[in-house]
């Protein structure tokens, strides 16, 4: 076990978070308002599909971006008000982002080893009290593939090396983009247990971005990202829809398939529940559905 | 060192670029060096042992004591040259004539250190007592001196000329020599005098012939010879002169040659006392002047390779850092800034361009080693020079300057730009603003350079600029052009070439490509260019100067039997033709030069010339025939009324004159043959003489010979009836006769066979008209300094016999093949009128239209057997072998060195190119096989995304290539010195430039068509997987 005391959990908070971008010549909001909070230690996953905003939201807590507006609280820091020192030392020790594809947080002329090394040199030289090299190697079970070269490994050791990477410094966060796909079940389970047993050992933050059913099943809370909003949560197998703080309530998909755009809805109090009621026709007092 | 591992071919290349740079700049100084010291040791080699050693010569002829002996002509050398002088030797020279003074043959006694040894004695023996001689074989033939015969002599010098007070000797010979030819006789040549009869060879003596005590004249006791010549010849030791000291021996010698060595010693009567003559100066000069232009030359070439190393290494190391923007980005997730970042990147290329430095430094001096042995042979000493150690560092900064500025841009991108992956995306047609400037300055120095308001450094690399400058510009219009190709082919449903034009459009090697290939091929251009039009104008000097494909230079002044000899060997005139240059007495002035004008034009060289537009016709000869007799006898009858005098004393007049004819005998000399005593009182009647015209004569005057100091006398004197051994000879009429003016002498007809002479004298003993035959003015075509400002103006020329002969200007020649810068061209025939052979300073040659050995061999056979000795062959190789052992020659030869390491850069960053973009494109090929394409479509559109980007880079290449050639050129030295006949001809050497573009295009389209062909080959679909 980690000789390093472990490093305790961040929790995140954003407010109104928005970021955009420009593509070819247009601007492009990727985020538009998230208010999300994960707690010290939680272990949450961004769902949602391709293009909806949940990667970029990673980078954001990452520190990789500056919004375009709105908060991001990582633990007690604001991201967006680190100066580039305080922001290289967070990057090196606090945040810990794995990015999606293995090789791609791997120097490919290094073993697992080697990586984990490059990785937590930094860590180590600004201060901070970092896990030796041989105990995230024990920590993640790879020391049978530890030294042997990246070219030798298959894609779920290359995997099983990026997120070794990722918790090279310690981190009292862990962002991974998509650490599951392109694995193997067995792979893929592999990894996911790995991160929940250092959530377990370590009270690490694990935020995960995944598209994979299986694994948010799996994960004791997610979060859908949708059209850069948070368009719902799940816990423990329930599905919420959750209220933003400017009031709105993204719909279900399953509900919205049922209430196409321009539809009119009343909310009517049912004692502590509220019920959805569609105007029949578009027109008041022409339906009869309800929704609960 | 796992990343370089990890890495190897790019550590490899950074190592191969970084080697090549510190090479191209280590190598300039050692090559320099190394041609320094060759320059010094051709030129010492090249200069005839008598000019580049010192030669002491000490005489008076005013006071014998006054002579500095050669015992003590050593301690006259600066301490500063004594290193390089071999032990001297000493000579002692008398000049003497045979008694009695008067007109007998004149010669020189000599005796040198050590003569027996460097004399083979074909008779007799070797002299050794005073007293003794040995003479030449011709000496002994022409003048009958035997073996054992003596010989009676009296000085005979500028001081001692008078029988009075010569001292003389009996001398006895002992033995025949013949000279052995070496540096021992310091240029001298102790014979030829002898066999043209021109008086004796040099008789070899001992010293004690020289330095003893001989006869006083008219027996009055014994004196000393009065004008002995007292030398000291000190060799130059060729292993002690150096690049290094050359300089300083020159300075010294020039200093020692300047102070006028016998006023410091002797006073003014004696300044002439000593004298020293040496070419160390010259040769001192001509070392710098190879030096010089080997300054210019080299950093030229070397300054334009290294632009491009610098470049190419600049490119490679820009796309080094870019394939590792993920490590990059991976060091900043893990909180390194950028100048951790920085120096991850550094480490990875920093150590193979260190590594470089050392094998750049030991390929430099391999590269001058084989230089030294190849262009330089026979090898100058291998040196390392202090230069090359700070080449060697130069390079290496520069090099770390570029490693440090091609991480800038990944160190400093932020991290969300460095985990995207860069999109191919379409150039834009728009230059950057540093490409902007980078344009704006190319361009500015190379107006600057053709303008020649720039040279040196800036001059240097305004033709690479010129070529950086099109391939910016280019690397922006060739992708926007490939496009819109690539859509056109699109639009007539070309799919291949559709799909090749748009990627390669599309790509960002095609925009490195771009300018890397335009100043490669612009370097080979400019390389070819300046090799060729050196070599070839080496060859067309040579030719200019030499004249003809061989000279052969005749040992005869008889240009009548060499004429004679050269028409019989080839009466047409089409393989060989005599050619008589005889230069003028005094500097400045005109060398006359007969030839025979079709002959001449068609056998000899005319390199940058047409002699088909010459005005050979104005060279006529007279159109009057001219007037031969054969015969011992003239007879004639003759009227002379009574004849006035101009002066009254009865003592003066005199009471006879004589006709007279003016011949030119068959040995070519003139004379004047009187014809027989008139009474000045009144005669008719006839009269007979004796002439020398037994093997012919020309007649070239008619007139009257008086008595010496005789009155001016004025008359009228009528011949007619003139006869050659009884046969008639007929005058002809007035008009064949030219007149007179001083003195006045006119031909006027008479009688049917009578012509009358009316003279005027004015007191001189002679006075002819002269036949029309012999030409007053002769015309010749003139080069630019021999013609006159004035139209028709004569100029002064000159007959074989050194006698004058006016000249004027028939029309200009750009210059004469194998003659001087002021030269007078003639119709050798009108050379053969009069004064064909005697005493000038006429060199006759014989011009060669073939090379061939056997050939030449065959002539000289024949111009041998009829009395024609050759003495010297020569060809225009033999020049042009000695103009390409110049420092000028040699820098140019670099070229070649440029020019391959130029292409060799050039394969290389397009190998590095291709592949560091294989990536892309092996992904961009598996498309394409997913599309249905087969592999052979793959591979052709493989090749056609490069090898025509490469062809057009390359064409523009050669485009400003050719373009800044004639700029560089006028600052190219292709000669040690210039030519005094042939201007530089700077034109661009078309062919041999375009034929070299081609072989480099073609090698850069092969290694290109390889190297694409090879990434197409690895277009496997897990590719595509790999990609997503």
Known sequence: ?292 | MSALRYRWVQALVVLVLASLVTAACAFAPLYVRALDQAVVATTVRATPAADAGVRILSFSTANMHVTTDYQHQRDLVPEALKPALADGIPSISVGVRRLPLAAEPEGSLLWRAGLCEHVRMTSGTCPNSAGEIAISADQARVYDQAVGSTLEVGEWDASVSRVEVSPQATLTVTGIYEQVPGDYWFGATLTGAAAGKLGFDTMLTPEATLVNAVRAPAGGGEVYWAEPHQGLDLPLRPDQVTADNIARLGAVAKDWIAYPLGVSRYGSDASDAVTVSTSLPAIADAAAASRGQARVTVPLLMAQLGLLLCTVLWLVLVGAADQRRGEAALARLRGRGSGGVRSLLLRETLPPIVAGVPVGLAAAVGLAAGARHTLLAPAPPAEFPPTTAYAALLALLVMLALAASSVRRVARAPIADLLRSVPAGRAKMVLGLLEAMVVAAAIAAFVALVTGAVRGPVGQLAPTLLAVAVGIVAARVVPALLAWLGGMALHRGWARAATALLHASRRSATRWLTPIVTVAVAIVVLSADLFAVGALNRQHRAAAETGAPTVLDLGSRDLKAVSDAIRAIDPTGTSITPVVTIDPIGSGNTTTIGVLPDAFSRIALWPGADPKSLAWQALRLPEQPPLEITGTSVSYAAKLPTVDFTSLDPDAQSTALSPALQIVDAAGATTTVPLGAIPTDGFQGRRSATIPCAQGCRVIGLGVSAPLGAAGMRGTLILSDLRIDDHPLDLGTASTWRPSISPEIAASDGAPGALTLTFANSGQTEAFVVHESVPQVLPALTTAPATPAAAGATIGGYLVDGSDQLLTSAGPIAYVPGGPARAALVNLDSLLIRGWSGRGSAKLTAYLSSSDPSAVASVRERLTGLGIPVTGVRHPADLERTFARSGAAWSLKLTTVVGGLALLTCAVALIVLIATSWRSRSRDYAGLRMAGLTRRDVGLIAMLETVPVVLLAGGLGLAAGLWSAPAALPMVPLFTTPSAIFPPDLRTAYGPSLLVAAAALVILAVVAALASRYVARRSRLDRLREAA
């Open chain 1, 1 to 292: 076990m980690s000789t390093a005391t472990p490093r305790p959990g961040l929790g995140v908070t954003t407010v109104g978070l928005v970021h955009i971008y420009r593509s070819e010549g247009s601007d492009v909001a990727a985020l538009s308002g998230v208010d999300i909070t994960v707690r010290p230690g939680e272990v949450v996953g961004l769902l949602g599909p391709s293009g909806s905003g949940k990667s970029t939201l990673l980078a954001l807590l990452a520190g990789l971006f500056q919004p375009s507006a709105g908060k991001v609280f990582v633990g007690d820091r604001d991201l967006a008000a680190l100066t580039e020192s305080e922001l290289d030392r967070y990057q090196a020790v606090d945040g810990s982002l794995m990015l999606q594809g293995a090789r791609r947080n791997l120097v490919p002329y290094l073993t697992i080893r080697g990586n984990v090394d490059f990785a937590r040199q930094h860590a180590a030289k600004v201060g901070d009290e970092v896990p030796t090299t041989q105990e995230v190697v024990d920590l993640i079970g790879a020391g049978e593939i530890a030294d042997r070269p990246l070219s030798e490994l298959s894609q779920g050791q290359l995997q099983l090396g990026a997120l070794a990477v990722a918790l090279a410094p310690g981190p009292g966060i862990v962002l991974a983009d998509e650490p599951t796909s392109a694995l193997d079940h067995a792979a893929r389970d592999r990894i996911l247990d790995t991160l929940l047993d250092v959530n377990r050992r370590s009270g690490a933050t694990i935020v995960i971005v995944t598209h994979d059913p299986d694994v948010a099943a799996r994960l004791p809370r997610t979060v859908t990202i949708r059209d850069g909003r948070i368009g719902g949560e799940g816990r423990l197998g329930q599905e919420y829809a959750v209220v933003t703080a400017d009031g709105f309530l993204p719909l279900p998909l399953h509900v919205r398939e049922g209430l196409p755009p321009g539809t009119l809805v009343r909310l009517e109090r049912d004692g502590e529940n509220w019920r959805l009621v569609p105007e029949a026709g578009g027109l008041p007092g022409g339906g009869d559905d309800v929704i609960q």
